[in-house]
């Protein structure tokens, strides 16, 4: 059997007729940029997030711009420190640095892997503006201690929501719990664009205003320019046009992983299996976006080898601290032993909502052959 990680053309095939139709239908309306898709989007995004309470939703191009443009809207400069993890996807950092910011790196816990509100605390110092807490593989941090010292010190918390999109958190949507929720849409995502995407989700109007004038040049008007800092950073209509579709979808999908992933996890424990799986913290809901495993025992890349052997793709998020590569050296931090030792040790296995009850079985069957030997 070949079980590639993931499959993006399977989830195309799915919605094939309505996603030509509107992507058909935007290209005939003539208008490409800054439409009635985006702000469909827009307004069903952000009643997805926060229903009929207060909010607003800016699309823009990228995750990465998302944590760009609330880190500039927050008024993060140039010296400026922003707290964040170092098991996450580099554009987490690379926004922070691409306004001239410096990341303080922070440990993070055992076993949700997320960023240790004990450990934030002790990383402030009177340049510290702003922590990001990243919702890494759909499980959400520990928002209410975040906010709380957020709150204390004056922060701006910034939700990295790119991989936990209908993630609930106290019943709350991940994402509309801190300041700003910077969500991407690139492929892969739990709602992927057919490109690139993104989305920012505020609570303050002032913010909502700010951000619509920094994604489109810092103009306030046609033509007139209020903010110096703007760029260009739009969700595009043929973009938005099949975003609309798949929103649609997001919750039957986020249930499927759901379904699978307690599968995954039953496994792992009926099974007896070496492997540890991530932890909530309490009142989390998660939009799996990952299925990653932490080894207890044995090497990672022979395990990786050996499921490739058998047509399984395993895949590692992520192999290397962001403080020991290369462009992000220079900001020192103390060694993170707890990050250290689970990105040492992790790997994601297969994980779909398009996954078969097959293929799950013999993704276990051969992790279990691995461990106990074949049967019969
Ligand atoms: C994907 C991702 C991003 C960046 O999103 P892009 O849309 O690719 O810019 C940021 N943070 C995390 C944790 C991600 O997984």
């Not at 058909?24 to 940029?33: D, F, N």
């Not at 489109?216 to 033509?223: C, D, F, H, V």
């Not at 962001?322 to 994601?348: C, G, N």
Request: glycine fraction near 8%; proline fraction near 3%; aromatic fraction near 10%.
């Amino acid at each position: 059997m070949r079980i590639p990680f993931l499959n993006l053309k399977q989830q195309y095939e799915k919605l094939k007729e309505e996603i030509n139709s509107v992507v058909l239908k935007t290209l005939e309306s003539g208008w490409y940029i800054l439409g009635k898709e985006c702000e469909i989007f827009e307004q069903k995004f952000k009643e997805y997030l926060a229903g009929e309470s207060n909010g607003f939703v800016i699309g823009v191009n990228s995750g990465t711009d998302a944590i760009r443009i609330s880190l500039i809207t927050a008024g993060v400069k140039a010296g400026d420190e922003v707290i964040t993890v170092a098991n996450t996807a580099i554009p987490t950092v690379s926004a922070i640095c691409s306004v001239g910011a410096i990341p303080t790196f922070c440990e993070i816990d055992g076993d949700t892997w997320l960023i240790d509100h004990k450990e934030v605390k002790k990383l402030i110092t009177k340049k510290t503006k702003a922590i990001i807490p990243v919702h890494l593989y759909g499980y959400c941090a520990d928002m209410n201690n975040i906010c709380s010292i957020a709150n204390e010190y004056n922060l701006a918390v910034i939700e990295d929501v790119a991989q936990a999109c209908g993630t609930t958190y106290m019943n709350k949507k991940a994402g509309s719990i801190g300041d700003y929720g910077a969500f991407s849409f690139y492929p892969t995502k739990n709602i992927g664009a057919c490109g690139d995407g993104g989305a920012i989700f505020v609570k303050s109007e002032t913010d909502y205003e700010k951000i619509k004038m920094l994604r489109n040049y810092g103009q306030n008007s046609k033509y007139y320019a209020t903010k110096e800092n703007g760029m260009n950073s739009r969700l595009d209509e043929i973009q938005a046009a099949i975003l609309n579709v798949k929103l649609a979808y997001l919750d039957d999908w986020n249930k499927l992983k759901k379904e699978l992933a307690l599968k995954y996890i039953n496994c792992i424990d009926s099974l007896n299996l070496p492997l540890q799986y991530q932890k909530g913290y309490d009142g989390v809901n998660p939009a799996y976006h990952l299925f990653v495993v932490k080894l207890k025992k044995g090497n990672r890349n022979s395990l990786i080898n050996y499921l490739a052997l058998h047509g399984i793709e395993a895949l590692i998020h992520y192999p290397v601290p962001l403080y020991k590569q290369e462009a992000f050296k220079k900001y020192k931090t103390d060694e993170l032993t707890v990050t250290e030792s689970l990105m040492k040790s992790i790997i994601s296995l297969p994980f779909h909502q398009y996954l078969g009850i097959d293929e799950v079985e013999y993704i276990f069957e051969t992790l279990r052959a691995i461990y106990y030997g074949k049967s019969d």
